[in-house]
């Protein structure tokens, strides 16, 4: 990961790099972008020049927008004006990505910035700039970004360094998750995620894991994920994790959903439906990186996570549509279609947090319908709550940190939908609102919990199609920035 290094003395300038805002927006769209006044110690005749070739570079200061311009045999030898946009921290981290992709190609930059710039805003830049400069490639060959170095040229740095700490630490685990969902299924079984989890975790202190095996599920009665993962030749899994600070009041559960591979099982999916479906553990990656970013800030909150793994095969000893399954604590649901495998790991899990954990709040993630794309496009998580205060906190949230979701209903007239003549549960009805009616599916396993509890399908904000502002192609390593942000409200 590129190093940032926060420095009051431009000690190194080969490249330098200065912020632009926007012109006033108030000003009409006329207004000219601006330089920003930056930290003494630069070269005067370097801010000269930046100011003046300022018009002709046409840049309006939107963030993230780049001109490079070279001055050979002078120090510093390239000039490069980004735009930071209007100052607020989203635009803060889509400059930094800008940054990342302008800067590829240089081994080390110093960005001067403005005298009186908000800790937030350098964090999210931090995070933009180690964000966007990922890559994910599984061949010797592969060609990482030069960069390696960002000095962050500031007026008094020790101010900034709990803010880049924490971006850090935001964009490590957000990076792990990336990792994590990235890596193809023929090495992702449900052990190897649950050895990449300890590994990750022996680097922390305080941190407990416990991972069940298939003997241990059953023995225990967690017939979802045991179903779902009989037609594997690698077993399933369960994966429980806690980070338990002495001083922490309040508990919470987070459950991800970790198919490692989703065929769809006898219910087979067809050929563009499955191509990704190395990524159906996303969920899973989220929780876990978050509760070891949780731990590695030392969050003073007690988290318990759970990752269900299984792989979803088709194969002799694959489960049927139309068998029963019996979850952890005795509900039954009737499986009309094997695809529709991830509520069904899900419901032991939370079934297990309900009964065993008894936390003061238990929070899913799961790449669970396509529906959710359907719904609300490819960027945004659809989530499902009934509880005031915790929807509005987590949309605050990742909000906030970068990410969007959008809140959904739960209709009660569709709760009959979910209606069995064979078990106490239908697993999935067919009757349209595919994201709504899982969701309401989910529900039912939460017993009291229910009011405490809060769903987000994520299917569809786990991937990028492309490079976008923070976003690299591949895993988004959706969930993890608004979890972190949610959990450091949290005492
Ligand atoms: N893993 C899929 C959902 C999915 C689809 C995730 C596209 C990411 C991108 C899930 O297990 C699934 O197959 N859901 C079915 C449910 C249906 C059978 C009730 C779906 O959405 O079609
Ligand atoms: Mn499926
Ligand atoms: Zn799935």
Redo the contacts with the bound molecule.
Sequence with gaps: MLAIRLTAGADRLDTLVLPVRSGDATAGSEAPAELLATGAGLPAEALEEAAELLPATRLTGRSGETRAHLRPGRTPARLLLLGVGDGGEKDWRTAGAGLARAAADETQITFALPADVPAGAVGALVEGLLLASYRFRMTDAGKAPALAEVDLLLADPEAYRDAVETAETVARTTRLARDLTNTPSSVKNPQWFADQVAAAAADLPDLHLRVRGPEELAAEGFGGILAVGAGSASGPRLVELEWRPADARTHVVLVGKG?TF?T?GI?I?PVP?MK??R??MAGAAAVVAATLGAAALRLPVRITTLAPLAE?MVSGSAFRPGDVVRHYGGLTSETT?S????RLVLADALAYAERELRPDLLIDLA???????VALGKRMGALYSENEQLAADLLAAIDGAGEAAWRMPLPADYVEHLGSDLADLHS?P?VGG?SVT?ALYLREFTGDLRDRWLHIDM??P??SDGDDAELARGATGWGVRGLLRWLATLD
């Design positions: 198919i989703d769809g219910s999916k439906a990704l479906m990524k159906d979803n279609n695809d529709a495998e991830g790449t669970l319908t396509g529906a959710n794309a999935s067919a595919g899982a299917s569809a786990s991937w």
